[in-house]
């Protein structure tokens, strides 16, 4: 019996999301697109998805501050779903502030696959075995 995960996928790059979109449900997950920062947290309470992965540069709020509305204690009970960093910021103080702020991974865009992003995510979900 297979338990289906639902990723938030929040990015602002068109081909970046349909690519990984298609992969993730390729792969079985249910797949939630944002392409604005400031939608995030909203999304995250309705959903309340079994994992985030989340770009830095995004419109009207970065991924920085969205993480920081996250440690905010009307929002702390968002905390026990993993937040990936997905970004082409690579500076190691960018990987530093997002995991000091609550992030369990950083991946740099330009460096992965969409294997290697399923293969990452499987690692942060209960019981998420390969096909």
Same mark, same amino acid.
């Given at each position: 019996?297979?338990?289906?995960?639902?990723?938030?996928?929040?990015?602002?790059?068109?081909?970046?999301?349909?690519?990984?979109?298609?992969?993730?449900?390729?792969?079985?997950?249910?797949?939630?697109? !944002?392409? *604005?920062?400031? $939608?995030?947290?909203?999304?995250?309470?309705?959903?309340?998805? %079994? #994992?985030?992965?989340? +770009?830095?540069?995004?419109?009207?709020?970065?991924?920085?501050?969205?993480?920081?509305?996250?440690?905010?204690?009307?929002?702390?009970?968002?905390?026990?779903?993993?937040? !990936?960093? *997905?970004?082409? $910021?690579?500076?190691?103080?960018?990987?530093?502030?997002?995991? %000091? #702020?609550?992030?369990? +991974?950083?991946?740099?865009?330009?460096?992965?696959?969409?294997?290697?992003?399923?293969?990452?995510?499987?690692?942060?979900?209960?019981?998420?075995?390969?096909?």
């Amino acid at each position: 019996m297979k338990t289906e995960y639902t990723i938030l996928l929040c990015d602002d790059d068109e081909f970046l999301i349909r690519l990984y979109t298609y992969k993730l449900e390729f792969e079985g997950f249910k797949v939630v697109e !944002i392409r *604005s920062g400031d $939608l995030v947290v909203a999304q995250m309470k309705e959903v309340m998805p %079994s #994992l985030v992965i989340l +770009d830095l540069i995004l419109p009207n709020k970065t991924g920085f501050e969205v993480l920081q509305e996250l440690n905010t204690e009307e929002n702390l009970f968002l905390r026990n779903i993993p937040i !990936i960093v *997905s970004s082409n $910021l690579s500076q190691q103080s960018d990987i530093d502030t997002v995991k %000091s #702020l609550g992030a369990v +991974d950083f991946l740099v865009k330009s460096r992965i696959t969409p294997n290697d992003l399923v293969d990452r995510i499987r690692c942060y979900l209960p019981h998420c075995l390969p096909n």
